[in-house]
């Protein structure tokens, strides 16, 4: 089965990167974004039994490896 | 002191770090990062800098879980001395041997320059042959240097007194100018709690010689091999 994940910042931790891309939308003349926040996401082929085993195991991929949760949160969507 | 250097694909700073430990009178093997051991009786496991696996994921995410790494973690356990330079410190982070994580420079540009640093404390393996408090001359070079960790993780790395140098003007003074990454507390490197494993943004094995301009570095490979 497919799934995405979204890595995402944890509110609070400083996001250079969103705020320089804020300031470039901004420089463009984009009107009416208030602030951006950057996040990766990957989407994966998953071959499991079901959706809660293949949550599972995404669950441990993130914690192992796509996410380092001291600075980052992570959201798992299963198709 | 019999050292081994862990070379991973995109480490570029291997061959100044074998020089400056040779310099100092230690005997040095490299290690790939595939081989699950380190050679026998290795007392010091160094990670070098540069680019890692081209920094992919996050800097040091991919080499901090290679098979060399298992044997790094097991060295460490046991007591073993780590040193982690750079991306070598990213590493440590990303492998958990250290607390906290290394993000964008906060003015997100790439530093490269010279860069004075306080050494806060003299009772460690890596640190002995310097004074308390004295300011050491040496380089960064990086984009993510930027030491970040929850404000439990800082008060506690602060309370056992495990951030081995501080980001410091010339006069030894902390300020916002020489702290140009950003990172919480000024923090240049930190110390494992059993004091074993060092990792530290700057570039020590730089300035190792005079005819390079500057032996501020030197002090921790002599404290090192001493």
Redesign the interface.
């Known amino acids: 089965m497919k799934a995405r994940i979204t890595v995402t910042l944890k509110t609070g931790?400083?996001d250079?990167?969103g705020?320089?891309i804020e300031a470039a939308l901004k420089s463009l003349g984009i009107a009416g974004i208030e602030s951006v926040r950057q996040g990766k996401v990957f989407d994966l082929e998953v071959s499991a039994p079901d959706g809660a085993a293949a949550e599972a195991t995404l669950r441990t991929a993130c914690e192992?490896?796509?996410a380092?949760t001291?600075?980052e949160t992570y959201t798992i969507e299963i198709a | 002191m019999r050292a081994a250097v862990v070379v991973f694909p995109g480490s570029n700073r291997e061959a100044d770090v074998v020089r400056a430990l040779r310099l100092s009178g230690a005997s040095v093997t490299k290690v790939w990062h595939a081989d699950s051991a380190l050679p026998p009786s290795t007392d010091l496991a160094v990670l070098p800098g540069g680019f890692s696996y081209g920094d992919y994921l996050r800097c040091g995410a991919i080499a901090g879980r290679a098979a060399a790494m298992d044997a790094v973690r097991a060295h460490a356990a046991r007591g073993g001395l780590v040193l982690g330079i750079c991306n070598g410190f990213q590493i440590l982070c990303e492998s958990g041997l250290l607390p906290g994580v290394l993000m964008r420079n906060v003015d997100r540009r790439f530093i490269c320059h010279r860069q004075t640093l306080r050494v806060e404390r003299t009772d460690t393996r890596f640190t002995s042959a310097y004074t308390a408090g004295q300011v050491i001359d040496v380089c960064v070079a990086h984009g993510e240097g930027n030491y970040f960790a929850d404000p439990e993780t800082l008060a506690r790395v602060e309370g056992e007194g495990r951030v081995a140098f501080r980001y410091c003007d010339a006069s030894g003074k902390i300020t916002v100018e020489a702290n140009r990454n950003g990172s919480l507390n000024a923090i240049a490197g930190i110390f494992s709690e059993a004091r074993n494993v060092l990792g530290m943004m700057p570039h020590p094995e730089n300035f190792v010689e005079g005819l390079i301009g500057g032996t501020g570095g030197r002090g921790l490979f002599d404290s090192l091999a001493a």
């Open positions: 931790v400083l250079p990167q705020k320089a192992k490896l796509l380092n001291v600075v």
